[in-house]
């Protein structure tokens, strides 16, 4: 009778484990699986309870998710911290911990002992040693659980943490996706004078990244260029790529220049986001936008192609990335951009690629670049350095032409023209130009656009 006894104990053990394992809970989405996995182990354990917590790493918190005789812990959004109370403790010590007393010396919910619960048991949910919650049950009667009782507990942990898992990255990437999307400009500022086109593409395995491209003009008629790459992958990176995005255009929209703007934006992310960092580069043109003062914090410089011409990568000042080093002076470059000139932007998702040198990437990029309809443009570049490869980062590319129409009147048109223009002939000014450097540096006005056509680069 011993051995039947024990090995009945042993079917019932494969039957439970068999119904926790079930491959048909894999046909349910993660919410509707948890629920079943809970109600199906309170039948195995003859519990009255079952309940998970999951940990929000940002708040070191467990916070009450799923929930069977408990519901009341979900509705209210129960957090523990860690290290506090039953739940806390499981996390932090990341073993099974069984309880014979529930009372406030031994929990830290007052839902659980004023439910009556009378003995509970919980388990950790690891992935790959990392918590990333808590599973427990309990019994009203108070009949203490076993060491067989954790084991079983521990295999629904196991399903629960892939199931937790599938459904914590699907949210990120739809949550990054649509941040993403919502943050790049829904279509491109019409600005007479200036051709613009643009193309995103998230990476194919990694998903949403930090990568983005932002157009847009302030009230003086300045229109403001900017790309961008913040390190890291899903809605982690997106939401710190959407918080500069708004960080720039705030600083921009108050009349700070490029430079100036990366600056403010460089200490802003040390205070809010000081172990995040970001390759930017800022461009901001007049009208009528026969200059272009651009500033990068270690990001790939533009690439610029006149008409008939060369393409060539625009020598900007070497500057680090934000979140590197704050504090430090950055620089401006100021690019001339005669009638039909191409300024290209991308991010470095383009090209950069394990099997080719990054030098080589650019050679190709430039040769891929002319001074032609930008969306023309952005398909050959596209065409030809990404092709039918699957993208293994993000990819942002924005191509400015400055169009072929433009108003002759000479070089003259107004006053405001002139004084723009002798600010912008100010070279690497960090801190803005004075009046006496801006009329020692002003150049004289030639007489008709021809006398300068080709597009200089000066800094």
């Known amino acids: 009778m011993p051995g039947t006894q024990h090995e009945d104990v042993a079917t019932d053990r494969l039957r439970h484990i068999r119904t926790i394992t079930d491959v048909s809970l894999g046909q349910l989405d993660a919410d509707d699986m948890l629920v079943e996995l809970l109600d199906r182990v309170r039948d195995i354990l003859m519990a009255d309870t079952a309940a998970v917590l999951l940990l929000d790493e940002g708040s070191d918190e467990l916070e009450a998710r799923a929930a069977r005789g ?55 949910l690891l992935s790959g040693g990392q918590v990333l919650g808590v599973l427990h049950v309990g ?24 199931a937790v898992q599938s459904r914590q990255a699907e949210v990120e990437r739809t949550a990054a996706d649509v941040l993403q999307r919502s943050l790049l400009p829904s279509a491109l500022p019409a600005v007479d004078g200036v051709e613009l086109a643009a193309r995103y593409v998230p990476a194919e395995r990694l998903g949403v990244g930090g990568d983005w491209y932002d157009v847009f003009t302030v009230p003086s008629g300045q229109l403001w260029v900017v790309t961008g790459d913040v390190a890291g ?47 930017v580069v800022c461009a901001a043109s007049k009208p009528p936008f026969d ?98 490869d699957d993208a293994d980062d993000d990819i942002a590319v924005l191509a400015l032409r400055r169009s072929t129409e433009q108003e002759d009147d000479g070089w003259a048109r107004t006053k405001q023209y002139q004084a723009d ?31 300068r056509s080709d597009p200089v680069v000066r800094r």
């Not at 009203?140 to 892939?162: K, N, Y």
């Not at 690497?428 to 801006?438: A, D, I, L, R, V």
Request: net charge negative; with cysteine; aromatic share 4%.
């Open 139 to 162: 019994r009203l009667g108070g009949q203490e659980f076993t060491r067989e009782d954790a084991e079983v507990l521990e295999i629904v942990a196991d399903r629960v943490a892939g």
């Open 291 to 388: 200059e272009v003062r651009i500033s990068t914090a270690g990001h790939l410089p533009p690439v610029l192609a006149g008409p008939g011409g060369p393409a060539n990568l625009v020598e900007l000042e070497a500057a680090l990335p934000l979140g590197v080093q704050p504090g430090i002076s950055r620089q401006s470059t100021t690019v001339r951009l005669p009638p039909s000139t191409m300024l290209f932007f991308y991010t470095d998702g383009l090209v950069e690629r394990r099997d080719d040198s990054l030098d080589v990437r650019l050679k190709q990029l430039c040769a891929a670049v002319t001074a032609d309809e930008p969306l023309a443009v952005c398909h050959r570049v596209m065409g030809l350095l990404v092709g039918a």
């Open 70 to 124: 408990i519901e009341e812990e979900v509705r209210q959004r129960v957090r523990v911290p860690l290290r506090r109370g039953f739940a806390g403790r499981i996390a932090a010590e990341k073993r099974p911990i069984a309880l014979d007393r529930v009372d406030h010396t031994t929990v830290s919910n007052p839902i659980l002992w004023g439910k009556g619960i009378r003995s509970m048991l919980g388990v950790p």
């Open 233 to 279: 992958h899903g809605l982690a990176a997106a939401a710190v790529m959407g918080r500069i995005r708004t960080t720039i255009r705030s600083y921009a929209l108050a009349g700070a220049e490029p430079e100036e703007v990366l600056a403010l934006t460089d200490h802003n992310l040390e205070h809010f986001d000081p172990d995040k960092m970001a390759t």
């Open 421 to 451: 223009y002798r600010q912008a002939a100010v070279w690497h000014n960090s801190s803005g130009p004075t009046e006496q450097n801006s009329q020692s540096l002003a150049m004289p006005m030639p007489r008709n656009p021809s006398d």
